[in-house]
């Protein structure tokens, strides 16, 4: 009878870092750069400082003017059409928000359509500022159910 040997070999290798997901970095996210809103006019400069307004009543948020020492940086692409094209055409203002991490990594992307008060002379309600709280509503929603995973 021919009998076998059983070996057991046990490797030991350091486990390499846990290298964290775009939702647990999107939960750690307190510093955020709006991209280009320093040289925004108009309707996309209130946009970025009605979203930062919001953002900052809703959480420690802060917004530093330069890329350094965010840990997000926001791009905002928004159309807001004239009264005519809001009235005649049923075309409705919105926005479109992609936040990333400085070296590219998407960790949120949101839009929003703000279709109260949009007829030919305007309306009670400030549009941009409807567009930034629809948004910051959607991202501070992400951040929470990025807090709320294991």
């Not at 998407?106 to 549009?127: A, F, M, P």
Request: net charge negative; hydrophobic share 40%; glycine share 10%.
């Amino acid at each position: 009878m021919v009998g076998a040997l059983l070996a057991t070999m046990v490797v030991w290798a350091p486990a390499a870092p846990h290298a964290q997901t775009a939702t647990e970095r999107l939960n750690q996210v307190r510093a955020i750069h709006l991209v280009d809103h320093a040289e925004s006019l108009g309707s996309a400069r209130k946009l970025g400082t009605c979203l930062m307004e919001k953002l900052q009543e809703q959480g420690p948020f802060t917004f530093p003017e330069t890329r350094d020492g965010a840990d997000a940086l926001l791009t905002l692409e928004s159309h807001v059409p004239s009264g005519v094209q809001r009235g005649l055409f049923g075309r409705s203002p919105e926005v479109r928000a992609v936040l990333t991490t400085p070296d590219g990594t998407v960790l949120w992307e949101g839009e929003n359509k703000y279709r109260k008060s949009t007829t030919i002379w305007g309306g009670t309600t400030d549009i941009e500022c409807g567009l930034a709280n629809g948004l910051v509503d959607k991202l501070v929603r992400a951040i929470d159910d990025a807090s709320s995973m294991p």
